[in-house]
């Protein structure tokens, strides 16, 4: 069924909401107002309340960074740890990989320069790698120079080749 053109427009739309009887055009007038306040609270007011959040998160990133800038030259002026008692990188490493039970995953590794030693691990546990890493930062001074962590496959575990060394 075609509508007549002048029901399209919003003369026809006017006349047809004159020709209401008085009770359908109070429903109809609340109704229009329902939906005006349920496209307001529905919409705007999340949408207010997103942005709001979204504010308070960036003064809380900015007072962080703030905080880590404020910090970073009495961290990098303080003496780093020394590596335990003259052993070698190799033996540190080897030794902690096996107390943080990451031996079975050592795939191999190799000089990398004075100080240096280059590891492969595979499959192992992102967050036992990650936690052994910090580790040997912390006790023995060793840095990680660069290194190259991608998904081994099976959820949580990682192929990973790593560059340490000491100082």
């Not at 880590?68 to 740890?81: D, I, K, R, T």
């Not at 990650?130 to 991608?150: H, P, T």
Request: charged share 20%; net charge neutral.
């Amino acid at each position: 069924m075609k509508l007549p053109s002048d029901k399209l427009s919003f003369d026809g739309l006017a006349r047809w909401f004159e020709a209401l009887p008085e009770r359908d055009r109070r429903i109809a007038q609340v109704g229009a107002v329902l939906a005006a306040v349920l496209l307001v609270v529905g919409l705007l007011l999340p949408l207010d309340r997103s942005v709001a959040q979204l504010h308070e998160r960036l003064a809380k990133k900015r007072n962080d960074l703030a905080w880590m800038q404020g910090v970073a030259p009495e961290l990098a002026a303080s003496p780093q740890p020394p590596s335990a008692a003259g052993e070698s990188l190799l033996v540190i490493v080897d030794r902690s990989a096996r107390e943080s039970g990451l031996a079975g995953s050592l795939a191999g590794s190799e000089p990398a320069g004075p100080g240096g030693l280059s590891l492969r691990l595979q499959k192992a546990p992102f967050d036992t790698l990650i936690a052994w890493l910090a580790r040997l930062a912390q006790q023995n001074g060793i840095r990680v120079d660069s290194a190259s962590i991608d998904s081994a496959g099976s959820p949580g575990l990682v192929n990973a080749a790593v560059v340490l060394h000491t100082g």
